[in-house]
């Protein structure tokens, strides 16, 4: 019979970190955990299959699904000692997505299922009534935006209550409600449910089912689409569910949650990274709600649990031989793990780490090598930094947490739409309080994103880091009106279209346009400004390099037309040109018209002469080339484009007229040779070999 549900927790684990396919990223990682004596709450995951079955059948579950559900259920309860639906001794659990590829932020999470109006008297007894009603009031806004979709581009209703809510009472965060505060807040979040026309559910059973069905419909969302296509992540992969026990980082001060890397993400330098809230649940990290502390502040307040994670990180890190991305819970001074999976990071970060971790005897070179995207990764080590000289001219108006590095300049936008319009025009910088997942296609539009709230670890910031954007996060400083469209920062106040830049390696926020100059490998290879002693970045480029030089058994030669090209190409590692584009020579402004006149004339000592000129320029070009190549092959493509692209085009009235004049010939005489000269196929046709036959003196 066909299996649905894998059990994870102390007593039993079904799964494994190779079921990656079948359980999600999350749930394999789950499971992989529990069985290496990380310590993890219990759980159940139901299948990817499922999810591939609900589509494929008219959005139908299963049968069999709800005996293994309830089969699961009762394993929490025997694991943790609760009863779902308990209304003095509650079991709790959570409801997350967990697709085979990692979408961070791209699909749904409902957490403290289980609470109602019965259980969260028997909670507020048995704990406090402030966590039990802060709990419950977190469900019942979950409930309704995730499974009810009352969240949409308008924003979050239930947060639009609550900051009004807390300007009622003058609080500055959510802890300074008291537990009165909370249910008062909770009969204002039902009364929106029911101007919406609907009631929060009281029966666990009913919550859990729309969560499982809500987390299974927001496998095509419209975020998880965009997210999916940039990525190219297949559609029919579908994700799993992971129900867990929940554990309360909002149970006291000494309960927290947090996100951490076993590295630096930004810069890949060896040391644990991350953020953390105490008395807190795990999205307010990631959503950016409030912005949390640095993980080296957990060493003062409470060392235990940082050495804890010292010890799960180097134990993790060891298993999976990669850096990894946890989030992590603790309850009343205990800690669990919740989730860890391959942490995204820049391109600076990927070389870093892959070059670190061969040192380290983690991997070998070869593996080094293939984790290493060279069209992105490589790429980001290649891009510009600020000119220090000009940006100290320049004003810094805000600081924020550095997340992305790199150095951009852009327009502001506000709005994501915004965003992808403006980025057709110029470079725009996307600023907003904080981003949320449906931001992304404006994130992919920006030069750089620029954010009032979240930390290291928020959406934003994980966004960028994958993609290899400039970002800032959490510059508190920054007072942003999105009516105004306006965003202050102390005593400036900058309009949408001004120009603003950002400097991702050290959080500084700057007003105006600042200029760039190459990166540090550029300036060590090309410019020859910078000596290798002084360039850390190039060091780490070089050796991976120099592996890449060692494993490869094919020859790399590059696409030149120029002696600079060439010199680029050299110093990258060429051994010579594959292709040098004659044509490219041709259609340089000073000889395009000495071609022009080869092609049109009539008199056929006019066509010799403008083809000695060309044959000059030719020579010295080849000379240049074959000097900077020094002995190294060059391989020189015969003229290639059809004829007629070096003549204007048949509407381009203006030109022709100016070009005929020039020649001596007339308008008509000039569009019937651009005539007889057009091919419709690009392969094949008047040129290469076949050209030098019938024009040997070209």
């Given at each position: ?116 109006d019965a259980a969260v008297e028997g909670l507020a007894r048995k704990i406090t009534p402030r966590f039990a009603y802060d709990s419950y009031r977190r469900l019942i806004a979950m409930y309704g935006n995730v499974v009810l979709g009352f969240k949409d581009e308008r924003g979050d209703p239930f947060d639009q209550l609550m900051q009004e809510f807390k300007r009622e009472k003058e609080a500055k965060s ?525």
């Amino acid at each position: 019979m066909q299996k649905f549900v894998y059990l994870f927790g102390r007593e039993r684990t079904d799964g494994s970190a190779e079921l990656k396919a079948l359980l999600g990223g999350k749930g394999a990682n789950l499971a992989e955990m529990a069985r290496i004596g990380i310590p993890v709450p219990p759980g159940f995951t139901i299948t990817t299959e499922v999810c591939r079955f609900y589509y494929q059948n008219g959005e139908r579950f299963p049968t069999g699904l709800e005996e293994e559900v309830r089969a699961g259920i009762s394993f929490l309860e025997g694991e943790t000692g609760r009863r779902f639906g308990d209304p003095e001794n509650p079991l709790l659990v959570s409801v997350r997505s967990g697709a085979p590829v990692s979408m961070p932020g791209m699909m749904d999470t409902i957490l403290n299922l289980g609470l109602n109006d019965a259980a969260v008297e028997g909670l507020a007894r048995k704990i406090t009534p402030r966590f039990a009603y802060d709990s419950y009031r977190r469900l019942i806004a979950m409930y309704g935006n995730v499974v009810l979709g009352f969240k949409d581009e308008r924003g979050d209703p239930f947060d639009q209550l609550m900051q009004e809510f807390k300007r009622e009472k003058e609080a500055k965060s959510d802890l300074d409600l008291s537990a009165e505060d909370l249910q008062e807040l909770i009969t204002r979040f039902k009364g929106y449910y029911q101007k919406q026309g609907k009631e929060f559910p009281q029966d666990p059973w009913e919550q859990l089912w729309g969560a499982i069905e809500a987390v299974f419909r927001s496998w095509n969302n419209e975020r998880a689409i965009t997210y999916r296509r940039r990525y190219r992540v297949p559609d029919d992969l579908g994700t799993a569910v992971n129900v867990q026990a929940m554990v309360f980082g909002n149970l006291n001060q000494r309960s927290g949650t947090g996100v951490a890397f076993t590295r630096d993400p930004a810069t890949g330098e060896n040391v644990l990274y991350g953020e953390y809230l105490l008395a807190a649940q795990g999205e307010d990290v990631v959503a950016g709600i409030r912005t949390p502390k640095p993980i080296a502040h957990l060493k003062e307040e409470m060392p235990e649990i940082y050495q804890q994670l010292l010890s799960i990180r180097e134990k993790l890190e060891r298993h999976y031989r990669d850096m990894q991305d946890l989030e992590f819970t603790i309850e009343d001074g205990k800690l669990y793990i919740l989730q860890t999976r391959a942490g995204k990071r820049t391109g600076f970060a990927a070389v870093r780490i892959a070059v670190e971790m061969e040192r380290e005897g983690l991997i070998s070179k070869e593996e080094a090598l293939l984790r290493i995207d060279p069209a992105e990764q490589v790429y980001q080590l290649l891009q510009p930094i600020f000119d220090p000289e000009e940006k100290r001219k320049a004003k810094v108006i805000a600081k924020g947490l550095a997340a992305g590095p790199g150095a951009a300049t852009g327009k502001i936008v506000f709005f994501p739409d915004d965003a992808i319009e403006g980025a057709k025009e110029g470079p725009v910088v996307l600023v907003r309080e904080e981003t949320s997942p449906e931001d992304i296609g404006g994130m992919l539009a920006s030069q750089a994103i620029l954010t009032a709230r979240g930390g290291l670890t928020s959406h934003a910031a994980v966004v960028a880091r994958q993609e290899g954007k400039v970002a800032v996060v959490g510059c508190e400083a920054l007072e942003i009106d999105y009516e105004a469209r306006t965003v202050t920062a102390g005593e400036v106040t900058l309009r949408e279209g001004d120009w603003i830049s950002i400097d991702g390696f050290t959080g500084e926020v700057l007003a105006g346009k600042v200029r760039t100059i190459p990166s540090e490998v550029i300036q060590v290879l090309i410019e020859r400004k910078k000596s290798p002693e002084e360039a850390p970045v190039y060091q780490v480029f070089a050796e991976l390099m120099s592996w890449a030089d060692e494993m490869r058994r094919l020859g790399v030669r590059a696409n030149a037309d120029k002696p600079d090209q060439a010199q680029v190409a050299l110093a990258f590692g060429a051994e010579g040109i594959g292709l040098c584009r004659t044509e490219h020579m041709f259609f340089a402004e000073d000889r395009l018209p000495h071609m022009q006149r080869a092609l049109i004339a009539k008199d056929p000592s006019e066509r010799l002469e403008a083809l000695k000129k060309l044959s000059g320029m030719q020579v010295d070009d080849f000379r240049g080339l074959l000097e900077v190549m020094d002995g190294k092959p060059v391989i020189i493509r015969l003229l290639d484009p059809p004829l007629h692209e070096f003549l204007p085009k048949p509407e381009e009235e203006e030109k022709i007229a100016q070009i005929a004049s020039e020649f001596g010939v007339s308008p008509e005489e000039l569009r019937a040779r651009i005539e007889g000269l057009r091919e419709m196929n690009p392969m094949l046709g008047h040129r290469g070999v076949r050209l030098g036959i019938t024009h040997p003196d070209i």
